[in-house]
Structure formats: structure tokens, C-alpha cells
């Protein structure tokens, strides 16, 4: 039993839940100045995160294990090296969707997580056929990781503003432009299949440059989460080191050299996700002007 739990971790690469649920928390965070806390609300959006994301990851390994068996990059992974079973990974993905539904019963009496929780998951979901048909893909999977700290304001606010609209632009760019970088490495199989993405469709060097473009909206985005939500000095010296971390990402990347994708793709983007978390944190509970 414990092997299978590990398989599944590793289907669903638990460990990439960093990307998003640091948003969502400092999201939540943010809400909290205003709002008061509670003890389940902070459980609802830790469940609701692993099990959304969870339930897409497993989705998305259901669709694509045909091609996943195709593609060198992706042929050990645990459905086409035969690790799990289709329909083992068919029950986890309903038990996560499940869970996930049920999770938003915590912010009750807020009604607003339950009615929204199906339309999120289709949306979410619905990302594991982007690339059948868009080349624009990368901003869909940006898009669903955007819902983290739109949702989470939304669960504790019980309304929306504008500090979470920005936090979920810039992490729409932010996604968007490194999962194109990601997406580099499998150009000439995407082709070879007919799959879209920008650098299949544009080549490798103009996709890198609007994956160079987005992560310049992210910053722009970053700095108006500064300002509009008021935040202290030592949030706007860790939006310089995202700046300085996204330049190393994209000095790390060549179009003829993509040796060092996964540097920038985990490493790089690891240390953005919680180093935000963690200084607007320390900056919103000791350094805020609030």
C-alpha cells in the first residue's frame, strides 16, 4: 500500500504543488488584514489545493499516456512503464475530485467555494486537451494555477479585489512563460505529433522571447500587488530577486542548449514561489505599514 502511495506522489509530482499553494496562502494572507481568521478556512484552502491539483495531474496522465508512450522524455512515466493501471488512476482522480468538492464545505457559511468548486474542476481539467488544439496552451495551465490566490480571497473574503486579480496575473505570466520554456524540450515530438505549443508552432527562439515578455508582465504585475496592497520594503526587495531569479532562468536557457531546462523549470521557480510566500509573510505580520 505504501508503494502505491508513492507511485502516486510521483504520478501527480506532489512536489510541484509549490508552484501554486504559496500563492494561494500569501493570497489568504493578504485577505486576512481585513478579514478574520479561522482555523478551517487555512485547512480548506490546503485541502482544496492538493486535491484540485492532484485531480488534474492524474487527469492529465489518463489522456495523455498514449502519447506519454510515444515521447522518449515521458515513455518511463507511471502509466506507460506500466507502474499503475489506468483505472487505479481513474479512482484516484474521483477520489480527488471528490475530496476537492468536499473540502469547500469548510468555508461555510460561505457558499461560494461549493458553487464554483465543478466549474474549477472542468476548467482545470479541460487543460490536459489544450494542446490537441491551441498552441496558446501554456496560458490555459497559467490560468488554472491563476485560480489559487483568485479562489482563496474568494473562500476568506467571500468577494474578489484587486490584490488577488494581480497576484493571479503575475502568476499567469509567470506560469505561462516558464511552462513554454518547458515545453522546448519536446518541440520536434509535438510536430512529429501534431500537437500544439509555441515552440513547436513558432520554433524554439520567438517562443522563448514571449516566455522573456511574460515574465517581464510578471514583475509589472508583482509591483502593482506592492502598491495596491500596500505592502512594506522588504516585499518590494523580494520582487527585485524575482526579477533577478527570472533573468538567471532565462541566462540558464539557449535555443541550441536546453541541457538545463529542469534547473530553471524546478530549482529556479521553487525558490520564487516560497521565497514570495515566506518575505511577504515576514513583511505583511512585522513590516507592513498597516
Known sequence: MWNKVQQLLGLIRFSH??????????????????????P??????????????????????????????????TAGRHIPAGLLSVQAVAVFTGICMVGFVASTLLFWPNRLPL??????????????YAKRWTAWCHYWLSAALMLSPLAAWIAIAGTWDWPPVLLGTSIFFWVGG??????????????????????????????????????????VSLLGL????????????????????????????RPDDLTRV?????????????????????????MSPR
Open 262 to 286: 529542469n534547473i530553471a523549470f524546478f530549482n529556479v521557480n521553487a525558490v520564487i514561489s516560497l521565497g514570495l510566500l515566506l518575505i511577504g509573510m515576514m513583511d505583511i505580520w512585522w
Open 226 to 253: 506592492y502598491y495596491v496592497a500596500a505592502m512594506g520594503p522588504l516585499f518590494l526587495v523580494a520582487v527585485l530577486t524575482v526579477a533577478g531569479l527570472l533573468i538567471y532562468e532565462h541566462w540558464l536557457i
Open 40 to 73: 478551517q478556512d487555512l485547512l480548506g484552502i490546503l485541502l482544496c489545493m492538493v486535491f484540485a491539483r492532484s485531480a488534474a495531474m492524474a487527469f492529465n496522465r489518463i489522456v495523455d499516456r498514449h502519447y506519454d508512450a510515444q515521447n522518449p522524455r
Open 17 to 38: 504543488t509549490v508552484f501554486a499553494l504559496p500563492f494561494a496562502l500569501l493570497s489568504a494572507i493578504i485577505a486576512w488584514r481585513e478579514t478574520p481568521f479561522r
Open 115 to 128: 458553487y464554483l468548486s465543478i466549474p474549477v474542476l472542468v476548467f482545470l481539467l479541460g487543460y490536459s
Open 178 to 219: 516558464f511552462d513554454i520554456i518547458y515545453a522546448c524540450q519536446d518541440t520536434e515530438f509535438d510536430r512529429a505529433a501534431q500537437l500544439n505549443s509555441l515552440p513547436a508552432r513558432w520554433g524554439i527562439k520567438p517562443a522563448l522571447r514571449v516566455a522573456l515578455l511574460s515574465h517581464v508582465i510578471t514583475i
